[in-house]
């Protein structure tokens, strides 16, 4: 079909949305609303559920105004905004919902024949069941759209919404029933029942939730981003000022007890109301049901044509248009079979509650959208129609709460249904998994937000409060992981950590290349684990260099870096003479600095943490002590323990265990007496030997040095630990409090 000559223009968006906006509540159940609560209790009933709808109609407006919204409308929105799998999970909800509302309009549309069954009833004593009606109403409807489409469907819409007019306008001009000033303002008007406040809001809100009915037909308008935002917002604010109209016009009409005990006070009210207001309750539920009829297929249809459900087959059948003129004839035809299931059985009220769960969830995400790519500020997002953030937030928080108020049970059942659906859909599209645009957008203005605040606050900040935020450098990345689960154990719970594999050489097109693909296996190698570490490339000529740009780099969590970790292999020593050479460089920058030297053998989590404090260790003690609690916060270690060997005189026996002792119970850690042992520093005996002989089989030791050692001894002073597992040797810039 040709859209410039054939589509359609704003008044089928407009016509949509009012006649499904008043519906069939208005009808049959406002009358109630108004006299338990009184004239400023459905006001406030009115507002708050405006506070919904209108920010839903601008939300979805907007998003029309910046991409062409394509089939499905709503779902459409959704999908390329959440991703296919949100949106899938979402719209296969939506559908069903618009799918059972077809069977809700056509059920209340008997409601309109009430003189029928009461007459059969009274003069013949035949008790007529609702789907002598209801059936034929709908079997009539199937066949008109089926047979004739959007065309005729849009036609017959102006004939019936020109009828809900007419009855609307003939309403307002009735003179009631004996109602006076002065009894609306001492009885009506008053704000009454407030415990009912809720019960009269879950009955009255789905009347005001038509106002997306409209953005279904996006696929067969000349111009959405024209007709949508029109068509939405000026049937959303007429819907409101209409309600408020005919709120006040029934509190001023009729008593409180009229009101609640006859659902048809308005042909009461109505000049000719006995006739004219049931055929503006079948014209407005008829045009409810038209709406319905001609949106499901169109979401069922987009949803096939994505490849939303788990077989080809039945996407290729669902996304089937009549080549004539463009209409979902195998949709159509799934939404007619489950309506007219639900006409049969009757009676759908039970139903019609999760049917609002559903509308209330698309709802919210459209105005989660809105809000989100505000947040996100995209260069791409550019409406030209704009909403308001605050609305936005305001009308998403507001469907959720909404949704708990109207029924509880139904709202956390309609919750773990989409999430079942969702897993489900991921499980079969594995290949759609990922983080939409709209999410990464609102991250990354999130995340930079929070760095500027941190970087701020850091300044200010005057506690002596330490965790640490590493960075370990290393180019043998593919040949052993040690150093990537060193930092993984420091960044499971308390620190940060980032890891930076080396490609040696220049900066240039191909090193950049290759950069790109090693981070990319990288990645994929490390997300098979529970990973904390944020990885990345550098490319740098020489280890130097690569040191003097990694310790510039600003840390990923706001807070500056502060330690170093540097790794090489015990069996192939060669990298030592490089790390100890570029140590001053490091220390320059009051890093921390942490040399792990990795064995081939295994790491035995539970033989625990060994570590070693000598009378030289005063600063590097407490940063060795908090490094292990926090290694020993992951997962891996649950099975380990702690044990500290501390070095000192014969003499100083005492008073060392007493301050061990004080550390541990006031720093709070998780190390018992039993687990401190206190070793005399005996003539003759190498400390390098009593570690090797306590420690040969600890699952990580840990050894302090100091700069004045390093530079003496250089590469020397990490040899001759052959025997032993990994080693992490310490050096600590100052002296960490452990509070």
Not at 687 to 701: H, N, P
């Amino acid at each position: 079909m040709d859209r410039k000559t054939k589509g359609f223009g704003t008044a089928p968006v407009f016509f949509t949305a009012i006649s499904t906006i008043l519906g069939a509540i208005l009808f049959l159940r406002f009358g109630f609303a108004t006299g338990t609560l009184g004239f400023w209790g459905i006001a406030v009933i009115i507002l708050l559920g405006h506070m919904v709808t209108v920010p839903t109609a601008l939300a979805i407006s907007e998003i029309a105004t910046n991409k062409r919204v394509e089939g499905g409308g709503e779902y459409f929105i959704i999908s390329r905004s959440f991703g296919l799998n949100i949106g899938a999970t979402i719209g296969i909800a939506l559908y069903f919902s618009q799918a059972i509302s077809v069977a809700f309009y056509i059920i209340a549309f008997t409601e309109s024949f009430q003189f029928l069954f009461d007459f059969l009833m009274r003069d013949y004593g035949i008790s007529l069941p609702r789907q002598a009606i209801s059936i034929p109403a709908m079997a009539a409807l199937a066949l008109l759209i089926y047979k004739k489409g959007a065309g005729v469907g849009v036609k017959t819409l102006y004939i019936v919404v020109a009828i809900l007019f007419v009855a609307l306008g003939l309403f307002f001009a009735g003179s009631g029933l004996q109602q006076n000033d002065l009894n609306f303002f001492t009885s009506n008007a008053n704000f009454r029942n407030m415990n009912d406040f809720f019960f009269v809001f879950a009955i009255v809100f789905p009347a005001f939730t038509g106002m997306t009915a409209g953005v279904g037909l996006s696929g067969e308008l000349k111009k959405p981003s024209r007709s949508i935002p029109m068509g939405t917002v000026t049937a959303t604010f007429a819907g409101m000022l209409l309600y408020f109209i005919i709120a006040f016009k029934l509190a001023w009409s009729a008593p409180a007890d009229a009101l609640i005990n006859d659902q048809f006070v308005m042909g009461k009210i109505a000049l000719g109301g006995a006739f004219i207001i049931p055929l503006g309750l079948a014209a407005s539920t008829i045009s409810s049901a038209i709406g319905s009829i001609l949106v499901a297929p169109r979401t069922l249809q987009a949803l096939a044509k994505d490849n939303a459900f788990p077989w080809k087959k039945t996407n290729y059948f669902l996304s089937k248009s009549r080549a004539s003129d463009g209409e979902p004839v195998s949709a159509t035809l799934v939404t007619v079979i489950i309506a007219f299931a639900f006409v049969a059985m009757g009676n759908v009220n039970a139903v019609a509650e999760v049917i609002s769960m559903f509308f209330m969830l698309t709802y919210g995400s459209l105005c989660l959208i809105s809000f989100l790519n505000h947040f996100g500020s995209s260069p791409s997002y550019r409406p030209s129609f704009r909403s308001r953030w605050p609305l936005s937030l305001m009308g998403f928080l507001v469907s959720v709460w909404v949704m708990f108020k109207i029924n509880t049970i139904y709202a956390l059942a309609a919750i773990l249904l989409m999430a079942i659906l969702y897993i489900y859909l991921n499980s079969y599209h594995k290949e759609r998994k990922g983080l939409a645009d709209i999410f990464t957008n609102a991250l990354y203005q999130l995340n930079r937000n929070l760095q500027v605040f941190l970087q701020k606050k850091h300044l200010q900040q005057q506690g002596n409060e330490w965790r640490p935020s590493a960075i370990c450098i290393s180019g043998d990345s593919f040949k052993r992981n040690t150093a990537f689960m060193m930092l993984n154990w420091i960044s499971y719970k308390y620190g940060f950590g980032t890891y930076l594999h080396r490609i040696e050489g220049y900066y240039s097109k191909s090193s950049s290349q290759k950069a790109h693909e090693e981070l990319k296996r990288l990645i994929n190698v490390t997300s098979q684990m529970e990973n904390h570490v944020y990885i990345d490339t550098i490319v740098s000529p020489s280890y130097t260099s690569a040191i003097a740009q990694s310790i510039q780099i600003p840390g990923i969590s706001g807070m500056e870096n502060n330690m170093i970790i540097f790794e090489y292999d015990k069996d192939d020593p060669e990298k030592l003479d490089e790390i100890t050479e570029n140590f001053s460089l490091v220390h320059a920058g009051n890093f921390d600095v942490c040399i792990l030297a990795t064995s081939s053998r295994q790491i035995q989590f539970q033989n625990g943490i060994h570590i070693w404090i000598k009378s030289t260790d005063t600063e590097n003690a407490n940063l060795m002590i908090l490094l292990s609690f926090i290694i020993l916060g992951h997962p891996d270690w649950k099975k380990g323990d702690i044990k500290i060997f501390e070095i000192c005189k014969q003499e100083k026996l005492k008073e060392t265990r007493q301050k061990m002792e004080e550390l541990v119970v006031s720093g709070r850690l998780p190390i018992t007496s039993s687990n401190i042992e206190l070793i005399v520093d005996v003539e003759g005996k190498s400390i390098r030997e009593q570690i090797i002989e306590r420690s040969r089989d600890a699952g990580l030791t840990f050894i302090g040095f100091r700069e004045e050692s390093l530079r003496h001894d250089k590469a020397e002073l990490f040899s001759g630990y052959e025997e032993m597992g990994t080693i992490l040797f310490v050096n600590s810039q100052m002296k960490k409090l452990i509070e």
